[in-house]
């Protein structure tokens, strides 16, 4: 613990410096951190509000939005974390330092977007729809299971993807199924009667519970059930668990493979 400590200012000086390297020298900025989900969730609403017509519930955009902001969290992270150890193996190479600040700091800057985001979305949201309320309090708690879970999956595909270089393309590959198999655009309920087939959706993709849970709070204006918040809970510490015990296992080799 007294390592990660001492690292404290290089974990936030990577941080800070992918803020604003990220769009240094474009004329908004920063602002492209929001202004790019944004343009996203517009075309996918005319994708499946308008063209396809497959709303099907009230204030359709906001219920999108909702989902689908929790989801771009989620992905990017990923795919960011995944190629993250050997675009800093100069870096691994050179200097003596926790090698899980760098895919953390990654999901990191994530959640930076994310959260601006989602205050954007959310306050439309409640504005809109009138849903604020006493389970807003519950909302921290499941954004920071949905870090917790996202960096343990990111501390796994990253120092995976050192070792073995298909890693990140087939995971931009299984993402995209995921994508279109996730609560976003529906819910499990309203596509399917099938008991199983309802199960699969709402509890075997691992990323459902967390949409669910921030779109209950923010769209619903209610609480997440208690198997959600056991679930995005458990989930969170277990996939921080594999992902630091692999990382862990993994990361003595890393300054050779990278």
Request: with cysteine; hydrophobic share 60%; charged share 15%.
């Amino acid at each position: 613990m007294a390592e990660y400590v001492r690292f404290k200012f290089l974990f936030e000086q990577m941080v800070r410096r992918e803020l604003r390297q990220k769009y240094q020298g474009s004329a908004l900025g920063l602002a492209w951190y929001v202004v790019n989900p944004l343009v996203l969730m517009g075309a996918y609403y005319l994708m499946f509000g308008v063209v396809f017509d497959v709303a099907s519930e009230d204030d359709y955009p906001l219920f999108l939005m909702v989902g689908l902001v929790v989801w771009m969290f989620f992905s990017q992270s990923l795919l960011g974390a995944a190629p993250s150890l050997l675009d800093q193996g100069s870096l691994i190479r050179k200097a003596r330092f926790p090698r899980e600040t760098i895919p953390a700091a990654v999901v990191s800057v994530q959640m930076v977007t994310f959260c601006a985001v989602l205050a954007l979305v959310g306050l439309v949201t409640l504005a809109f729809r009138g849903t604020a309320g006493p389970a807003l309090l519950l909302l921290p708690l499941v954004l920071a299971a949905t870090y917790v879970f996202t960096l343990g999956l990111a501390l796994a595909v990253s120092v995976l993807h050192a070792y073995f270089r298909d890693v990140a393309p087939i995971l931009g590959a299984a993402l995209l199924p995921w994508f279109f198999l996730s609560p976003i655009f529906f819910r499990p309920a309203g596509i399917t009667d099938e008991p199983a087939a309802r199960f699969v959706l709402e509890w075997v993709n691992p990323v459902a519970p967390f949409i669910e849970g921030v779109r209950t709070i923010l769209y619903g204006g209610s609480a997440p059930s208690i198997a959600i918040l056991a679930y995005v809970g458990v989930a969170a510490a277990l996939a921080l668990g594999v992902g630091r015990a692999l990382f862990a296992r993994l990361q003595d080799e890393l300054a050779v493979v990278v």
